[in-house]
C-alpha cells in the first residue's frame, strides 16, 4: 500500500505545473500575411515552421503546416491551477491539464508550391477549441467585461 502510494505521489508531483505554466503563458498567431504568392519556400517556412506533411505531384508540392494558437494568457487561471496542485498534491493536473491542452484554435495552412520552390497559392483554415475557457464557462469573463 505504501509503495502504490509513493508512486502515485511521486508521478502527480512530476506532472504538477503543466497546467499553471500552459495557462500563464500564450503561443502567438503566426503572421501568415507575410507570405505571398511568388515568395521562397525557405521564408514561408521561416514564418510556418516544418509541414506536418507534403504531397508531391508533377507541379510541385502541397505542403500542409498545422499549429495550435492559444487565447491570451490568465494570470488567475494559472493561480488557481497552482492552489489546486498544492491542495491535492498534484492529483488537479488530471483535470486542469486536459482543459488547458484542448483550449486554443487549431491552425492548418495549406501552401502549394510549383517546382521551383515558389509559393503558388497559400490557404488557411481555422477549427475552434474543443473546450471553453473555465472563465466563460463560470462566467468570470462578463466580469472583467463590466
Known amino acids: 500500500m505504501f509503495i502504490r502510494f509513493s508512486i502515485l505521489l511521486l508521478v502527480s508531483l512530476c506532472f504538477s505545473g503543466c497546467s499553471v505554466f ?3 503563458s500564450s503561443q502567438e498567431e503566426k503572421d501568415l500575411s507575410s507570405i505571398v504568392v511568388g ?3 525557405s521564408a514561408a517556412e521561416a514564418v510556418l515552421g516544418n ?3 507534403v504531397l508531391r505531384d508533377s507541379k510541385g508540392d502541397i505542403a500542409t503546416y498545422v499549429y495550435v494558437s492559444h487565447d491570451e494568457q490568465s494570470y488567475e487561471r494559472a493561480a488557481t491551477y497552482a ?3 498544492g491542495i491535492t498534491l498534484g492529483l488537479a493536473e488530471l483535470v486542469t491539464f486536459p482543459i488547458e491542452a484542448l483550449q486554443g484554435r487549431k491552425n492548418e ?3 502549394i ?3 521551383k520552390n515558389q509559393v503558388r497559392s497559400i490557404t488557411h483554415f481555422q477549427h475552434d477549441a474543443v ?3 473555465p472563465e466563460k464557462t463560470l462566467g468570470w469573463d462578463k466580469e472583467r467585461e463590466a
Do not use: N
Open 83 to 85: 492552489v489546486l496542485d
Open 51 to 53: 509541414p506536418m506533411s
Open 22 to 24: 500552459m495557462a500563464a
Open 113 to 115: 508550391y510549383d517546382r
Open 131 to 133: 473546450v471553453e475557457k
Open 39 to 41: 515568395m521562397d519556400r
Open 109 to 111: 495552412v495549406k501552401v
